[in-house]
């Protein structure tokens, strides 16, 4: 009697276990799972440039000298926030194109020229960097 209610009981939780798989599949085929409620721009704190991380500074510096054909020391950080993006394209995709649907942490900084100012969204190292459209 024993080895009858071990395999019943065995029988009963791959039922549950494939019931609760196809289940969660037939849910996301459905769209029925709600997105991450995030905003298009959630700072989390606001930080002064000390303290961006140097190779997201360097990476803003760098875009930012390619766009405006300055040098370093005519460039100025005049904010950097930390943010969170609902996606791989930091909420900036272009027309067709396929972002990653990741939670990605980073930064949003305003570079300025003095004259002109250039607001950049990177991740939290600065390997993925994109400016934002209102800026010039």
């Known amino acids: 009697m024993n080895r009858a209610k071990y395999n ?4 009963l939780l ?6 609760w798989v196809t289940w969660n599949i037939a849910i996301a085929d459905t769209g ?3 997105a991450p409620n995030i905003q298009d721009e959630q700072p989390t704190e606001i930080l002064s440039a000390e303290t961006l ?7 803003v510096f760098d875009e930012a ?7 370093v020391a005519d460039l100025k950080i005049v904010s950097a926030r930390s943010q969170t993006w609902s996606d791989g394209c930091l909420n900036l995709a272009q027309p067709n194109e396929l972002c990653s ?3 990605t942490p980073g930064w949003r900084v ?3 020229d003095g004259i002109a100012n250039w607001t950049y969204r990177t991740d ?4 993925l960097i994109r400016l934002e459209e209102s800026s010039p």
């Open 32 to 34: 029925l799972i709600p």
């Open 124 to 127: 939290d190292s600065g390997a």
């Open 110 to 112: 305003v570079v300025t």
């Open 65 to 71: 000298m390619k766009r405006t054909s300055k040098t």
């Open 14 to 19: 791959l039922s549950l276990g494939a019931f």
């Open 8 to 11: 019943l009981l065995s029988v």
């Open 101 to 103: 649907q990741v939670i």
């Open 53 to 59: 991380p140097p190779a997201v500074q360097s990476a």
